[in-house]
T-cell receptor, first 111, second 115 residues
Framework: GEDVEQSLFLSVREGDSSVINCTYT??????LYWYKQEPGAGLQLLTY?????DMKQDQRLTVLLNKKDKHLSLRIADTQTGDSAIYFC???????????FGSGTQLTVLP | DGGITQSPKYLFRKEGQNVTLSCEQN?????MYWYRQDPGQGLRLIYY???????QKGDIAEGYSVSREKKESFPLTVTSAQKNPTAFYLC??????????????FGDGTRLSIL
């Protein structure tokens, strides 16, 4: 199978941490990505992790990769209202680096 | 500044009409991609091109056509054979050189609707 799966919705309170989860099926994936999409806009790359890494941290963002379980997560610390958006995980495969996307998680940050 | 430019931002198609979406990049990227996004769904790959004058079908190529006559340009034509063209179309590009760790960069998208 080549599916990438995410839960559709997540709501958090401002200032709390958000954790968005993703599972993928292709163990040959080389890179795994997190993109952010605001309404009516294109995709903004947030961060990515190479498949031989377990964790990557970039300011408020922490990516965890469990290759055995094919599970990827994105943690956003101190979530702000500006973080409200749809978050997509994607895996990259093949010489042409095609991306396979999950369906996206709508993150809503409540005041 | 380097980037990917998609035009127009909004496009309307009449029944039986072909329309062409533009995608231009000045990043000197080798590979370019077209994705389609439907509400509540992720992006699905339509076509991609790794070099000039060559392109391959993605997962949902039926009803679409592309060309790659120049490295910086990868236009997508939505033909009348595409019966459900209403969607948000995103173009992306990447450098595929050896040792390159560049992820795909995306344009701001074109929203296509049926009149």
């Amino acid at each position: 199978g080549e599916d990438v799966e995410q839960s559709l919705f997540l709501s958090v309170r401002e200032g709390d941490s958000s954790v968005i989860n993703c599972t993928y099926t292709d163990s040959s994936s080389t890179y795994l990505y997190w993109y952010k999409q605001e309404p009516g806009a294109g995709l903004q790359l947030l961060t990515y992790i190479f498949s031989n890494m377990d964790m990557k941290q970039d300011q408020r963002l922490t990516v965890l990769l469990n290759k055995k379980d094919k599970h990827l997560s994105l943690r956003i610390a101190d979530t702000q209202t500006g973080d409200s958006a749809i978050y997509f995980c994607a895996e990259s495969r093949g010489s042409a680096r095609q991306l396979t996307f999950g369906s996206g998680t709508q993150l809503t940050v409540l005041p | 500044d380097g980037g990917i430019t998609q035009s127009p931002k909004y496009l309307f198609r009449k029944e039986g009409q072909n329309v062409t979406l533009s995608c231009e990049q000045n990043l000197n990227h080798d590979a370019m991609y077209w994705y389609r996004q439907d509400p509540g769904q992720g992006l699905r790959l339509i076509y991609y091109s790794q070099i000039v004058n060559d392109f391959q079908k993605g997962d949902i190529a039926e009803g679409y056509s592309v060309s790659r006559e120049k490295k910086e340009s990868f236009p997508l034509t939505v033909t009348s054979a595409q019966k459900n063209p209403t969607a948000f179309y995103l173009c992306a590009s990447i450098s595929t050189g050896t040792g390159s760790l560049q992820p795909q960069h995306f344009g701001d998208g074109t929203r296509l609707s049926i009149l």
